[in-house]
């Protein structure tokens, strides 16, 4: 009986990672630092054990119908999915960070703030991404890239700091920058 579920786990994990394989060759992974192919390339080992536990532990010769499909071909390390679509959202994504007000806040405010209280809050390294993603795009960096496609996380990001440095009171004696100036001047006009 142990051997017959372990018959049945050995097939639905097998069929999972045929329908992942089929899934990253399509669609690609959100993997931040690997490209799709090395991805493939290893839910490929994935499927070839399952496959040999499968044969080793059948000996009646019957064979499910998942053994039967081939295993997917070795992928070059550098393949990735979608290489167009990454590219064009990574366009859409940086022009939205350039619209967007809380971050050019944070830009702004980064000049005038205690670099501790920006280390603390992550301020720099928020503001960081634009610049990043700038880089990724002229360097045609699709790994990079990819993990801009979703702007919703960022946008998040910039508001929650935004709002973070608005709550920033000055220490006592502190020197104000003309942009401290305006930026007083501009919210008593409200």
Same mark, same amino acid.
């Given at each position: 009986m142990a051997r017959k579920n372990n018959n049945e786990d050995y097939v639905a994990s097998l069929q999972e990672r045929?329908?992942?394989?089929?899934?990253?060759?399509?669609?690609?992974?959100r993997d931040p630092f690997w490209?799709?192919?090395?991805?493939l390339n290893l839910i490929r080992q994935h499927i070839i054990f399952y496959k040999s536990e499968l044969e080793k532990s059948i000996?009646?010769?019957?064979?499910?119908?998942?053994?039967?499909?081939?295993?997917?071909?070795?992928?070059?390390?550098?393949?990735?999915?979608?290489?167009?679509?990454?590219?064009?959202?990574?366009?859409?994504?940086?022009?939205?960070?350039?619209?967007?007000?809380?971050?050019?806040?944070?830009?702004?405010?980064?000049m005038s703030?205690?670099?501790?209280?920006? &280390?603390?809050?992550?301020?720099?390294a928020v503001a960081a991404n634009e610049e990043g993603l700038k880089k990724a795009i002229d360097s045609d960096d699709l790994i990079a890239m990819r993990r801009y496609e979703h702007s919703d996380y960022y946008t998040e990001a910039f508001k929650e700091c935004a709002n973070k440095?608005?709550?920033?009171?000055?220490?006592?004696?502190?020197?104000?920058?003309?942009?401290?100036?305006? &930026?007083?001047?501009?919210?008593?006009?409200m």
């Amino acid at each position: 009986m142990a051997r017959k579920n372990n018959n049945e786990d050995y097939v639905a994990s097998l069929q999972e990672r045929f329908d992942r394989w089929d899934n990253v060759y399509e669609n690609g992974c959100r993997d931040p630092f690997w490209t799709d192919g090395v991805n493939l390339n290893l839910i490929r080992q994935h499927i070839i054990f399952y496959k040999s536990e499968l044969e080793k532990s059948i000996t009646d010769g019957e064979y499910p119908e998942i053994c039967k499909r081939d295993v997917p071909p070795e992928m070059d390390a550098n393949y990735i999915a979608r290489q167009d679509e990454i590219r064009e959202n990574a366009r859409k994504t940086l022009s939205a960070f350039d619209e967007n007000s809380d971050l050019k806040f944070i830009k702004r405010k980064i000049m005038s703030v205690d670099d501790k209280f920006l &280390e603390q809050i992550g301020a720099k390294a928020v503001a960081a991404n634009e610049e990043g993603l700038k880089k990724a795009i002229d360097s045609d960096d699709l790994i990079a890239m990819r993990r801009y496609e979703h702007s919703d996380y960022y946008t998040e990001a910039f508001k929650e700091c935004a709002n973070k440095l608005r709550a920033y009171s000055m220490p006592e004696n502190s020197q104000i920058t003309l942009y401290d100036v305006q &930026e007083t001047e501009f919210n008593m006009s409200m």
